[in-house]
């Protein structure tokens, strides 16, 4: 089985991705539609609403999703491999080996009853054939690298004898521990607080540089995409709405959800004492899309073919493509008043 794409292939391969759960009620179509490349050491950032799809696709990508209950559709190939083709066998070898996913809460994705260090050993031993010793110090070195302080003590501790910061610092560890190519990041610095989530992102970059690694990192704050990211797509009742360099999103977006996202957040061009502007409404139910555009109810550039008709992606620039029926209107209002700016 091929397992290195062509140069000019992407490492990971999106292409019409549709997610569909049929467990409840009536069907909720949680991604629909997603197209998405991510390259050899690139970091493309999925940011959004709650809901709006992000953590589902990521999940896909290790077929995560209880197979009973859920209908997925589409393309999803990595380096080379058909994801959804898999044998329970080829996806034991795929999880933790070619792609790795670091978890939105590790209290609940390390196992309790097993220190974290031998964790990491089992996972090292599982996907190559070295000794336990030879584990044990990768392990080791693993902790070293992710400034775990007092490494080989902290190996025998158990996840709820560590702080949330160092609990997160072990699940990269893990997440790293048998070389990935792909390292999925589920917005891993959420329960966190301010200090220790720049400290968690910046390593995460350092790590990337260093590593050559190709990273899915999903996140609510686009201020945290802008940190890490390469490439930035926005995601709306599981579409992408909008997707470009991070360069370009921040300083020129053409989606009006894009637009209120940067406007909802503090940034240095906030004028002291003036109230953050706000998203009106809530997001679409999921079991009942509308016809058009998703986001039309809560969108101050609405007409009446928003509500009719599913916009198709306009590319505004190379690699920069918006589904909106309005972007040229969007780029007028922006160009009449302050740039929007984000620190």
């Known amino acids: 089985m091929n397992t290195t794409p062509s140069p000019e292939e992407p490492l990971v391969r999106l292409r019409d991705l549709n997610v569909t759960f049929t467990g409840g009620r009536k069907p909720v179509h949680a991604v629909n539609g997603v197209s998405l490349d991510l390259r050899q050491g690139e970091v493309v950032a999925l940011i959004g609403e709650s809901g709006s799809g992000k953590s589902v696709t990521m999940r896909t990508l290790l077929r995560l999703h209880p197979e009973r209950r859920t209908q997925v559709t589409g393309e999803v190939r990595v380096a080379g491999r058909d994801v959804l083709a898999l044998s329970g066998r080829e996806l034991f070898d795929y999880r933790g080996k070619l792609v790795s996913m670091i978890f939105q809460e590790p209290l609940l994705a390390l196992d309790p009853v097993y220190p974290v260090g031998a964790q990491i050993v089992e996972s090292i031993r599982r996907h190559e054939n070295v000794s336990a010793a030879e584990a044990h110090q990768r392990a080791l070195a693993l902790f070293e690298r992710v400034r775990i302080p007092s490494p080989e003590r902290r190996l025998q501790a158990y996840p709820h004898e560590m702080s949330g910061g160092m609990r997160q610092r072990a699940m990269i560890a893990l997440a790293l521990a048998c070389r990935p190519q792909v390292l999925l990041a589920d917005e891993p610095t959420t329960a ?19 590593l050559n690694l190709s990273v899915l990192f999903v996140t609510h704050d686009i201020g945290a995409a802008v940190e890490v990211a390469d490439r930035i797509a926005v995601m709306y009742a599981g579409r992408i709405v909008e997707q470009g360099t991070a360069r370009e999103l921040i300083r020129s977006p053409r989606h009006p959800y894009t637009v209120a996202l940067l406007k909802s957040r503090a940034h240095g061009a906030l004028t002291p004492g003036a109230r953050l502007e706000t998203i009106g409404g809530a997001p679409p139910d999921l079991a009942a899309l509308p016809p058009g555009c998703a986001f039309a109810d809560r969108c101050t550039f609405t007409e009446a073919a928003c509500r009719s008709t599913q916009p198709p992606a306009v590319t505004l620039s190379p690699g920069h493509l918006a589904r909106c029926l309005r972007t040229d209107a969007v780029a007028a209002r922006l160009a009449a008043t302050s740039p929007v700016a984000i620190a």
């Open 192 to 210: 966190l607080d301010a200090t220790v989530q720049i400290q968690i992102l910046l390593l995460l970059r350092e790590l990337q540089r260093d």
